[in-house]
Nanobody, 121 residues
């Protein structure tokens, strides 16, 4: 069974840093684009950052210059380095990826279960 598992969330003071990880597991042939989304209480889920299989990155304006997305294809893992965190960054962070399972004929979109990031003022 192919799945995504996030880790690294927690409570941090404003101005601090956290590093999120998203590991893909199971029988995987390849991983296409990956991304981090977040959903704050009472708000819609929004894209935070994305990265293609060629390492082309894209960021939401609110995190540009503070967050860095990266991936290690050998470990099937994606990261989100979050610096200079603000109270408004508080949300559940989800990873998303397009994955081609071993023996599969098409990419499937998977979501992780989410990890909570809380930034105290």
């Amino acid at each position: 069974q192919v799945q995504l598992l996030e880790s690294g969330g927690g409570l941090v003071q404003g101005g601090g840093s956290l590093r999120l990880s998203c590991a893909a597991s199971g029988s995987i042939f390849s991983i296409n684009a990956m991304g981090w989304y977040r959903q704050a209480p009472g708000k819609q889920r929004e894209l935070v950052a994305s990265i293609t299989s060629d390492d082309i990155t894209n960021y939401a304006g609110s995190v540009k210059g503070r967050f860095t997305i990266s991936r290690d294809n050998s470990k099937k893992t994606m990261y989100l380095q979050m610096n200079k965190l603000k109270a408004e960054d508080t949300a559940v962070y989800y990873c998303n990826a397009g994955i081609l399972p071993m023996g599969g004929s098409r990419y499937i979109e998977l979501w992780g279960q989410g990890t909570l990031v809380t930034v105290s003022p």
